[in-house]
Structures are given as structure tokens and as C-alpha cells.
């Protein structure tokens, strides 16, 4: 076999003899028409299996959210606004996340409450104001999760950031 083979032979079995593991299997992601989502922009919802959320502080003491192997459902409902053409620092986006145990049948949780499920808010943009992740305090949630299917109503309100996502009313299959 010339040489020039044998150096591709090993090149393709190099690449395909390591591979990483991959990381939080089985994730659902739907996106979501407009009837639930803000005017102006598409929404997502993901629920990744497995996983569980953590709340980090940085050096300066922002918060930001890691999602790591775990045994929980970790939810992430995602807003991005559809972006000027034409505009480079134009991208705007909001993102709620959540953590429940899959084996919890129905939640109903209310004000500072909403932290026993870490429930996050974030603001990602090149705003002048506020943006960064903020821990939800302010509303309520209620989940019924039956047969793979959440059924997920919620209200929140951050005192003095804006933001376009308050409200959450899903049925998603998992």
C-alpha cells in the first residue's frame, strides 16, 4: 500500500478513535410559535434530562448559571429578538431556567419560593441598562408533569429591569 494511504488510514482512525463524551443526552428542544412567544422574536423551550442547574457568582459577584450532569429536569425558556439587519451589537435575548426532580408530579410555588426550584432570569444584550442573570423572586409558578407532557403556567416580575418575558404558559411533551 503506497504511503500516501497508510498516512490517510491513520489520519481517519486518529479522528475517529477519540471522541469526547458528549454531555446531557436526550435533551427535547421545541420552538415555539408566536402565540406564546413576545412580538418581535422566537422562542425555545428546552428540557435537558439529567442535568441539574447551579447558580455561580463571578469575581465581581454577577450571577451565571451552569448546567451540569445531574438527576434533575433542568427547563430553559429562551426569547431572541430578531435582529436589525445592518446591526452588529443589535442582539437581544431573555432566558428563564428552572430545575425539578422528573419525579415531581405538581408544583405550586409562589414569591421567594420560586428559588427552591432556582428559578433565574437573564438578560443577555448590549444594553446601557441592567443585564446579567437575577434570581426570581417575584411571582408564581405551577407544573403538573404527567406522562413525559409538563404543563407549566407562570407570572414573574423583576422590580426595575426591563424585560420582555413575564409570563410562561407551555404544554410541552418530553
Known amino acids: 500500500m503506497p504511503l500516501f ?4 488510514l491513520i489520519g481517519v482512525m486518529q479522528l475517529t478513535s477519540c471522541s469526547a463524551k ?3 443526552t436526550n435533551d427535547a428542544k421545541y420552538y415555539l410559535s408566536d402565540i406564546n412567544c413576545p412580538e418581535g422574536g422566537d422562542c425555545v423551550f428546552e428540557v435537558k434530562k439529567n442535568a441539574t442547574l447551579q447558580i455561580k457568582q463571578d469575581d465581581f459577584g454577577k450571577l451565571y448559571p451552569t448546567i451540569e450532569e ?3 429536569l433542568v427547563i430553559l425558556y429562551t426569547f431572541s429578538k430578531k435582529q436589525e439587519k445592518g446591526k452588529a451589537d443589535g ?3 431573555e432566558m428563564v431556567y428552572f430545575e425539578i426532580n422528573p419525579k415531581t408530579k405538581h408544583l405550586s ?3 421567594k419560593q420560586l428559588q427552591n426550584i432556582k428559578m433565574l432570569y437573564g438578560r443577555i444584550c448590549f444594553c446601557k441598562d441592567f443585564h446579567g442573570y437575577f434570581l426570581i423572586n417575584h411571582g408564581y ?3 403538573f408533569n ?3 407532557q409538563l404543563n407549566i403556567r407562570s407570572n414573574f416580575e423583576l422590580p426595575k429591569i426591563p424585560h420582555k418575558i413575564n409570563t410562561i404558559n ?3 411533551k418530553y
Open 5 to 8: 494511504y497508510v498516512s490517510i
Open 70 to 72: 445531574g438527576s434533575q
Open 22 to 24: 458528549p454531555k446531557l
Open 109 to 111: 410555588l409562589k414569591d
Open 146 to 148: 404527567s406522562n413525559r
Open 141 to 143: 409558578l405551577n407544573l
Open 91 to 93: 442582539h437581544y435575548k
Open 170 to 172: 407551555e404544554s410541552i
